[in-house]
Structures are given as structure tokens and as C-alpha cells.
């Protein structure tokens, strides 16, 4: 069901507290190298700050031990950079719940910013804790999930903070709006044929998303190195690629359920060693020959798959084809990416990997949404409820 954005609430004079994704790169020096996921939230950000609320920002950074501040994953250069492309003050606080945080949440006028410091710092953001929720939720009036990439997760800020927040309104912003838009309403009424392509590396992070688009999908077209597990399943000769030897049983049992929805490659673009440098053969899908390792989908494959990507209405794409990062095994990926885009179809790209090469080849702006969160979008594929989501205000 949709929910209500953060533009459905009056903000002006009232406390937000916005649970936004910060949780970005950073060099050795703490810089960060890809400041993405702060311009993503820019949007509801700015709605609040423009209507003249009181922002308190909180996010995670990394995976801290929980057990007080690791100064090399502090939020600090996130909040100096939200300031940047504010152009306006971002207040910091040095701690969550503390002295610090509550001083200058009770010191924000209309329209200022503070960015509290890594939740993860405190143990109970992991564990949910209630107390630790109640402290946060106790500072604002209005509570907005803005994380799409933890909205898979239960953790305090996620689902213990807007429970604490009881009456109070409790929104999604508008990143997350979207993303439920088109990953669980575009799947939920696909428009036919609905297509999903699924590579990247290994099987076993895919079952749950494979067994559902089976049940949902009119095909479903396997590539990158998960391909090689179905095919040792199928007693092909794989050669030095990597395969899950342990997933084959499971392989066979996703090939009975897809039936004919179930696409596998029938060539194979494959080197003698992990590198762009190495010698090179396209064989048959099976015929890996064996100081040889699959790198890519072959050409044979990629235009069968093009062709069926060209009829779709709907497409969902999770995991690369191929070793995208390593030209020339770019090209399976290449091939499909152009297809998507020019197909028409209603396309959504998942987060991780696949986001990272839609982006990398120019296609970003021609698909029409890439998702933000790797595992969030996976789960979302699943068919799985969130709670996080579930517990916020409807339409
Ligand atoms: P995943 O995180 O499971 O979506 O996997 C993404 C990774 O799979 C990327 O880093 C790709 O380089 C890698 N990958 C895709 N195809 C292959 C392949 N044939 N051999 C090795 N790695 C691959």
C-alpha cells in the first residue's frame, strides 16, 4: 500500500527526524569517495528545511563494533558535505542519545540541519533496543525512513524508533517512496512480459529472488558466474570457473521449477587467466575447456537474450553478466544494458553491482529506475514484507 511522503506532513516549527542512508565510501583518509547516497536524500532534506522544520538527520556508516565512537567511521564528513551542497550550516552532534545530540536538537531554529553521529556506535542500534529508540524518537514530533538501503533491516532507527514515536506522523521520504513505487508495486502488477535477468556471482545469494520471479516472471535469463553452477548441474564441463560445487542439487531443483521461463547461456566468452590481457575462446555453454575460466555470457547469448529483453513490458535486472569491471568481459553486460534502454519497457535496475554498471556505461538516465539498495532490493524481489516500511502511515 503507498504511504505518506514527508510532503504530506506539515513540517513548519516541528522537529523531523529523517533516518537517511550516509553510509558512504571512504578513503584512508576519511574522504569520501562517492557522495551518491547524500544527494539522493537531498530531496526530502530540502523539503523540510524549506517549509521551515527542524531537521535531525541519523544514519549508519560501515559496521562499527558497537561499543562507542571509531573515529575512521564517523558521519563528521558526511555532515561537512551535506553542508557543501546545502550551501547552508549543518550543525554535528559527537554523539546519538547523548549530552551533545540533545543540546543541539534543542537548539535547532527553523530550517537548521543536525547530523547525529554513527548510530551504529551505540549497541543498540543493532539489537533494536527500545530504550535507545525511546531517546531518539523523544526528540522529534514527525519520524521519515528516507533509508531505502536498511529498509530491509529491523534495526532501532528502522522499526523500534517510529513504533516509539507512537501517534505522531511517521513517513517515507521521497527516495524511498519511489523505490517502493516501482520495486514492489511495478512487480506486484507487472505489466506482460515481464522479464528479469539475474547474474552476478553466486547462486546462493539469488535462490529466494530466483524461486520467486519463476512464479512471477514470463522468463527469467541467468548470466555471470552463477550460469557455470547450473551448468555443472547439467554435467557440463566448466573448466577454472567459479562455481558453488555445494549449490548444485539446488541448481537442479531451480531448473525443474523455471521449466521452459528458465533461460541459461548457450556460449560462453572464457580466458585462461582473471584478466583482460589473457588469452581468450568463445565456446559452447558445457564446453569450458579446463585451464579455461567463463568470464562472460558469448555473443550468441547476449543477442538471444537482447531479442527477448526487445518484447518485454516489464524488467527487473539483478547481478551483472559477466566481470564487467574487466574489459573486454564487459560486453555481455554492454549488449544488455543497451537493450533495456532502448526496449521502452518499465526497467528497474537493483542496487549493488548492476546499479554500479548501468551507471559505469552511460545507461542510468535511459532505465527507468535504479535502485539505491543492494540487499533492500533483493528482498524486495523476494516478495518479502518490510517492517520497517509496513509500520509507517498509509494514504
Ligand atoms: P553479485 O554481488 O553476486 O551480484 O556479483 C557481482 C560480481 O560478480 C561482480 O563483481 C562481477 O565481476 C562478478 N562476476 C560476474 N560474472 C562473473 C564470472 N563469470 N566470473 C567471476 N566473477 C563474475
Redesign the pocket.
Known sequence: MAKQTIADVDVEGKTVLMRVDFNVPLDEECKITDDRRIRMALPSIESVIQRDGRLILMSHLGRPKGEGVEPELSLLPAAKRLEELLGSDVDFAADTVGKDAQTKAAQLGPGGVLVLENLRFNPGEKKGDAEFAQALAGMADVYCNDAFGTCHRTDASMVAVPEAIGNKPKVVGFLVAKEIQYLSEAIANPQHPFVAIL????VS??ISVIRNLIKICDKVLI??????TFSLAQGGKVGK??VEEDKVDLALELLEAGGEKLALPVDTHCGDA?SGDCNKQVVETGQIPDDY????IGPETAACYAEVVKTAKTIVW?????????PP?DEGTRVLAQAIADSGATSIIGG???AAAVEQMGFAKRVSHVSTG?GASLAMLQGLPFEAVELLDDK
Open positions: 547474474g552476478g556471482k553466486k545469494d539469488k548470466g555471470g558466474a552463477m550460469a557455470y570457473s567459479f582473471f575460466q567463463g568470464l562472460d539483478n547481478g551483472p553478466m559477466c566481470v564487467f569491471e574487466m568481459f549493488g553491482d548492476s543492494g
